[in-house]
């Protein structure tokens, strides 16, 4: 008996197991050490660490292959959950994955990379020509237009490229994600599987997950206004009288801000890459950024005089800005929460955090898979040619476990994103004018 209550912890004590030095998770009430491989984990240590001392069934489901489950037996503890419980909403989850699993869906990618890699090839022929081989100015605003919207159709295939294999071996895999992100984006694939793991597993934390930490520019929420520490960058998100400034008018400078938020993107690029922190194939990730910041200034000299060359990159970046505000519309005005992600409520974190964009089948090359924001949440490697049609299953089980689906057209969710902004602007407002308001303070804010 004594014996057998040696191989028994309780989820109080894995909880104590949370440091980086000290570093527990359960799976199906098997307790794991993973201290050393969070250091050399593929999705890096943060989505271990922010689940650690915790059962992370679902979230290791959503996140692996079935090939991945033979590699846990090395890092058994010996220990079982002595209170392990499953959730009725968590059956179902792992329910549906064993059913696209055991239906090889995960495996079926259909032809959308050949579409696609078609598509940016004439994109980028179309506006090399234009620039190269054209005077008019028109046409060379129209190849800068041409040249942004190949940036986006680029980051779908990046992305897809992070969540799964793409093409037919991991090597040739990895050097898909270095031309499409950063040869082409100038955008770091190591960056993005840095911040995007991280958002994934945090899903509308404000404290945890990176895509909510936008200050002094953006705040989704007056909770930010705590100046919080964010658990992601590892420093105080202040919210100082700059901060207040900017927040006070974020729903006038929201789509301003998105056409210039790729310069931001290469910041943060810069910063990972020549940081301390460990960078997956670091020097692998600055070559290919060292293509872009090659042929993108040659190309842009081309143009015949300084102000064809601002307003050709500004149009480029202006057309980025659709897919900025569109991974904003996303999760801006879903719901947020302070702290750490639970690993027993994963599929409620992620309704609460996610909105659907609804569209015709024939509009999804456009938004990339990424309009059924809550099906990939659930099923990240679920191609995206498959996420339209388990749309119906996860709808109903959202229904039946009384949990939010949220589907709403372009429009609308702009409108809810806005308002949510303006609510928090509103907010910050009263914060830096305590004193009573007049009537012309009113009459200006009623319409924000």
């Known amino acids: 008996m004594a014996d057998n209550k040696e191989k028994y912890i309780t989820s109080d004590e894995l909880k104590k197991h949370n440091k980086s030095d000290d570093l527990w998770i359960s799976i199906q009430g098997k307790v794991y050490n993973v201290t050393e491989w969070a250091k050399v984990h593929p999705g890096g240590d943060i989505p271990l660490m922010n689940l ?13 292959p079935g090939s991945a489950w033979k590699h846990l037996d090395r890092f058994f503890t010996g220990y079982y959950l002595e209170d392990f419980q499953v959730s009725e909403v968590s059956r179902d989850y792992r329910r549906l994955a064993n059913q696209f699993a055991k239906s090889g869906m995960f495996e079926k990618k259909g032809h959308g990379v050949i579409y696609s890699l078609c598509f940016v090839s004439v994109l980028l022929f179309a506006c090399f020509y234009g620039v190269l081989f054209c005077d008019s100015f028109l046409i060379h605003m129209l190849s800068g237009a041409l040249l942004g919207f190949s940036w986006m159709q680029v980051a779908y295939m990046g992305h897809d ?89 974020q ?99 992620q309704t609460s955090g996610t909105i659907d964009i609804a569209c015709s089948s024939w509009m999804d090359w456009f938004f990339g898979g990424l309009q059924f924001q809550l099906e990939h949440h659930l099923f990240p490697r679920l191609p995206r040619c498959h996420l339209r049609s388990i749309s119906p299953m996860v709808q109903e089980l959202c229904k039946k476990h009384n949990l939010p689906y949220r589907s709403l057209s372009f429009y609308e969710a702009n409108v809810w994103t806005l308002r949510t902004l303006r609510s928090a602007a509103l907010e910050a407002r009263d914060l830096s004018s305590p004193v009573p308001k007049n009537l012309l303070w009113e009459a200006v804010n009623t319409h924000g």
């Open 251 to 349: 729903h006038l400078t929201f789509y301003p801000v998105m056409c210039v938020a790729r310069v931001n993107l290469y910041v943060q690029t810069f910063l990972l890459l020549f940081s301390k922190r460990r960078v997956p194939d670091r020097a692998l990730n600055i070559m290919g950024i060292l293509v872009f910041w090659t042929w993108f200034p040659l190309l842009v000299s081309c143009l015949p005089n300084w102000t064809e060359r601002v307003l050709f990159v500004l149009v480029s970046f202006c057309v980025t800005a659709i897919q900025h505000v569109q991974f904003c519309l996303n999760h801006f005005a879903a719901n947020v929460y302070i702290g750490a992600p639970k690993g027993n409520d994963w599929f409620e974190k």
């Open 161 to 249: 490229s992070g969540h799964y294999q793409i093409m037919t071996t991991r090597g040739f895999n990895k050097l898909a994600q270095i031309l499409t992100g950063n040869c082409l984006t100038g955008i770091s694939i190591a960056w993005w599987k840095w911040t995007h793991n991280a958002h994934h597993v945090a899903c509308n934390s404000l404290d945890y997950d990176p895509d909510l930490q936008h200050l002094p520019f953006l705040a989704v929420s007056s909770s930010l206004f705590q100046s919080l520490t964010s658990v992601f960058y590892g420093r105080k998100l202040t919210f100082d009288a700059f901060a207040r400034f900017f927040v006070s008018y």
């Open 52 to 64: 650690a001392g915790q059962d992370v069934t679902d979230a290791f489901i959503a996140f692996h």
